[in-house]
């Protein structure tokens, strides 16, 4: 067989759209799984996600709904005026596609023939590229059926919203390999199978954790079994999912809980992960950023990412030039925390100063205004082999030996400790500092790509809110604001964090304060490039939390609040009061928010009282 046809793979797409039922997409995928060759396995499953290649290493079609109009008009014969009107009525270009297109008969095409067409849309670039891509995009959805090219619309536009992520796949793909083994004849079965679904998703997601690349792990999986999940391995150039830390009340209780720890200041900058390999060579480089490196004609292979996967490098010029001139190795992965500084005074930035760095333009000056320190706290893998099954004793010592000098690149500074005193002295020291805390880790443990366990714990205190520490969550919609308010355009919003036990999102509050007038216009503009007509699939949202405009789920911000509270109308059974918004965190996913389990450790943790300061003990 070629391969799956694309239409057969719009129809899956089209009953996953269906159904907001975790257990039935999960079937559904499993059985799109099942049914799709081998060698399409990785861009089905890209495709059914919205997007053309693993994110970290993501392809744009930069292909705004004016242009879609322009296009849907040129494949199927019409006035942009009645694409337009369409559009207005169904607030989606993707129906837009299938009303106006009146090819009933399915294509021929397959998956890999119309991933390849894709690839070459987003790859149209230099003069004349928006008539080029255009025609290219309107042959394409010509030659499609009208379901077909509803999705394919979606997909170009990036807003294919079927209410699954990844860790769905995961499931999908774990039981497809469970029911594979439990139908094999006894004769082929092998011992290294008898595993159940459960542990066999968590074996799978324990490998997309430090290989963030779903669709290569499925066709993996597809062509060796379980096996092959075995091949998976670490990469440099391939983000690892960050280790995140959990958090206690006090000092006292991080010592109950972990012993002996060693305590680390807690930067309010940008965590950032450092690939060098310098077996190869810096890659390509946008026109614009050509300026950016002085020696990029023989600087190694290097990138940067965040901790949610998205890639860096072109913010980070100093970054790279550092690496090439201060680590001694042939490759690494290493951990840490970007942040501005002030060169005069050596104090350091706030967050928003060094997320500066985020724009695509004038990237050099902000070099010179605002220079860098990266505080490396960690080191993944040296010279071809992981290093994350090492303790951190033993990593540090490691890291120590291939950082050279402390210019741009730094190690983080740390001691030891299970003396209560000093690292209520360590901490304090920390809050004077201007900085957000203090992090407490396990001396003997391993680096737990992607979890969130107690070998790590931070510890945040902050005089100017009655809960000790802030909430990071997904903007799920806005209200129309009242009075003043009314010139924006939006005087509230509404909050969530996501369950990943039951793949969705919950809300804890509504926001209406601790905003400037800039920053609500900045909002409002934010959600009105992600905007949608209904309330998304993944969320379990009240009723009588209807919002005027609802947003797709990817605008973090973190929040401060007086108090968290019991809740019988917020999903996540949690409420805020008082909530304020006090930064966005463009440096986060939208599945990276404040988990529930956190969420109400910190209910549980506000009933206690803040640890008082022994000044005597602190000037000793």
Known sequence: ?????????????????????RLEITEILKNMLKEMEKAETDKGIFLSLGYLRAQFNSLQFN??????????????????EKINKLYGEEGDLGNVAFKVNPNEKPSKTTILEVHKKLEEL??????????????KASQILALEDKLTSKFLTRIILSTVRLGFTELTVIDALAKLIFENVTNAPKEKSSTKHNLSAKELKIKIEAKYRIRPDIGTIAKVIKENGLEGIDYISMEVGVPVHAQKAQRLADP????????????????DGTRVQLHLDRSRKMPGLETNQQDLFESRNTLPFVKTFTRNLEETTHQFPDLVEAANKQIDAQSVILDGEAIGYNKKTGDYLPFQETM???RKHGIKEAVVETPLKYLIFDILYLNGKTLVDLPLVERRIILDKIIKGNETLEIDYHMETKDVKRLIKFSKEALDRGLEGIMAKKPDSFYEAGARNFTWVKLKKSQEQILGDTIDCVV?????GRGVRANFGIGGFLVGIWDKRDQKYKTITKVGTGLKDEEWEKLKEMVDKVKIKEKTKNADISS??????WANPEIVVEIAADEISKSSEHSAGFALRFP????????????????PEEFEQMYRLQKKPIVKIDESLVES
């Not at 067989?1 to 039922?21: N, P, V, W």
């Not at 009588?544 to 405009?549: E, I, L, R, S, T």
């Not at 304020?580 to 988990?595: P, Q, W, Y």
Request: proline share 0%; aromatic share 12%.
């Open 1 to 21: 067989m070629k391969g799956m046809y694309i239409s057969k793979f719009a129809q899956y797409l089209d009953i996953l759209e269906q159904t907001s039922k």
């Open 63 to 80: 292909i705004a709904e004016k242009m879609m109009v322009k296009i849907l008009a040129n494949a199927f014969n019409e006035s942009e």
């Open 122 to 135: 987003a790859t149209i670039s230099g003069t004349g590229s928006q008539e080029k891509k255009i025609q």
């Open 252 to 267: 006292q209780e991080i010592i109950e809980k972990l012993g002996s720890v060693w305590a680390e200041y807690k930067f």
């Open 356 to 358: 500066q760095r985020k």
């Open 476 to 480: 799920l919609g806005y209200y129309f």
């Open 544 to 549: 009588k939390y209807d919002c005027d405009v």
């Open 580 to 595: 304020r918004l006090i930064k966005f965190r463009e440096d986060k996913s939208a599945t990276d928010t404040t988990t």
